[in-house]
C-alpha cells in the first residue's frame, strides 16, 4: 500500500494517541473510588438493616408497658376496693377478714411484680431509644461519606471524560491528515486483532508482540519507502523505521 514518509510518521503518532485512549478508559473502569463507593453504600445497608433491627423492639417494649400500666390499675383498683370492705368490716366475721386481707396482700404483691417488670421494660425501652438516637447520628455519619464519595466519583469521572475527549478531538484532527486508506487499513487491523501499525527495525524485528517470517522480513526491505506492509494474518500495517 502507497503510504508517504508523512503519512507513516502520523500513523505512528496515532496509533500512540489511541494507546492513550486505551489507558484513560481503563483508568475510568477501574477508578478506586468505585470499590470505596460500593464498600460505603454497603456499610451504610448494613448499619440500616441492624439499626431496623433494634429500631423493631421497640414496639413490643411500648406493649409491654401499657400493658403492666393497665394491669397496675386493675390491682389497684382491686386494692382499694378490697382494703375499702377490710375496713368497714360490714357482715364479716374475723375469718372471713383474714381471708380478706389475705387477698389484699396478694393483689399487692401482684401489683410489686408487675412493677418490676414495668420499670425494667421502661430500662429497656430507655436503651433502645439511646441505641436509636446513636444509630441516628451513625446513620447520617454513613451517608455523609457515601455522598462525599459519591461527588469525588462524579468529579473525578467528569475529569477522566473530559481528558478522553480532548484526546479524541486531537485523534480527530491528526487522522484527518492522513490518507483515508492508510487510516482504513489501520482501523480494520484494530478491530481484528487490536494491532493496528508496528515498526520494523532495520534488524527485521517489530514491536507489538508481532512475529514476521523471513520472506515477510525481505519483502518489506525490499519496498520502496513510500509503500508500508499489510500482514496476512493480522491486516497490520508495518511501518519501516530507520
Request: aromatic share 2%.
Amino acid at each position: 500500500m502507497k503510504a508517504s514518509a508523512e503519512d507513516q510518521n502520523l500513523l505512528i503518532d496515532l496509533s500512540s494517541i489511541d494507546g492513550d485512549l486505551q489507558r484513560l478508559r481503563h483508568k475510568l473502569a477501574n477508578l478506586p473510588v468505585y470499590a470505596e463507593l460500593t464498600d460505603a453504600e454497603h456499610a451504610l445497608k448494613e448499619h440500616r438493616s441492624a439499626a431496623a433491627a433494634r429500631a423493631a423492639r421497640k414496639e413490643p417494649i411500648e406493649a409491654t408497658i401499657a400493658e403492666a400500666e393497665t394491669k397496675v390499675e386493675q390491682l389497684t383498683a382491686a386494692i382499694t376496693r378490697k382494703q375499702s370492705q377490710l375496713d368497714s368490716g360490714e357482715g364479716m366475721d374475723s375469718r372471713q377478714l383474714m381471708v380478706l386481707q389475705g387477698e389484699i396482700d396478694g393483689f399487692k404483691e401482684s401489683r410489686d411484680d408487675v412493677e418490676m417488670s414495668q420499670l425494667e421494660a421502661m430500662e429497656q425501652l430507655e436503651a433502645i431509644e439511646a441505641d436509636t438516637a446513636s444509630d441516628k447520628a451513625e446513620d447520617e455519619r454513613l451517608d455523609g461519606a457515601r455522598l462525599a464519595l459519591v461527588k469525588r466519583k462524579d468529579d473525578e469521572v467528569a475529569g477522566v471524560e473530559s481528558e478522553i475527549a480532548g484526546v479524541q478531538e486531537n485523534r480527530s484532527a491528526l487522522a484527518s491528515r492522513i490518507a483515508p486508506p492508510l487510516v482504513e487499513a489501520y482501523e480494520e487491523s484494530r478491530m481484528l486483532s487490536g494491532t493496528g501499525v508496528v515498526i520494523m527495525r532495520p534488524d527485521g524485528t517489530v514491536d507489538g508482540g508481532l512475529d514476521l517470517s523471513l520472506i515477510e522480513i525481505e519483502q518489506i526491505k525490499a519496498m520502496a519507502a513510500d509503500e508500508v506492509y499489510l500482514t496476512e494474518d493480522t491486516g497490520a500495517v508495518v511501518v519501516r523505521q530507520g
